[in-house]
């Protein structure tokens, strides 16, 4: 890999403005850092030195990928899809629902066994659920 630069400048950035006894502060911290061995220095020709700090589970967020445990699995995707079509399976025709008095046949023609007219008897009721706009429906 190469990199084409137009010029040789060096890449620099002007220092952060901090008090003296602050930038005395700063400059122990990153010293006593150097000599535990925490950071270290990293030496580029296009820019200023940077600190590259020591991770310490590095490997294990290599191994582990946190950033993935909230996605949705394919396991989850096909139990949801197993769950509503063990509900639509499950759903009563409409003969069970006459015999179990949850609709009431409507009687104009009793001889025709293929369809059967039927209207809402006996339903639950159903709570008034507030919609986006906050009216009740």
């Not at 190469?2 to 060096?10: A, H, M, T, V, Y």
């Not at 296009?46 to 996605?71: D, T």
């Not at 995707?77 to 009431?104: G, P």
């Not at 001889?111 to 507030?130: A, G, R």
Request: glycine share 2%; proline share 4%.
């Amino acid at each position: 890999m190469c990199i084409n630069l137009k010029n040789d400048i060096p890449v620099c950035q002007r220092a952060r403005r901090l008090s003296c006894s602050e930038k005395l502060q700063v400059n122990d911290q990153i010293d006593d850092w150097l000599q535990q061995g925490i950071i270290k220095e990293s030496v580029f020709d296009y820019c200023s030195p940077m600190k590259s700090k020591h991770r310490r589970f590095a490997m294990l967020r290599k191994i582990f990928q946190p950033w993935q445990w909230k996605r949705r699995k394919k396991t989850d995707c096909f139990e949801q899809t197993s769950r509503t079509l063990a509900r639509k399976i499950s759903m009563h025709s409409t003969k069970e629902l006459i015999e179990k008095s949850v609709l009431m046949p409507d009687g104009s023609d009793k001889n025709q066994d293929s369809k059967i007219n039927v209207f809402l008897w006996n339903l639950p009721d159903v709570e008034e659920v507030p919609s986006h706009d906050g009216e009740t429906v």
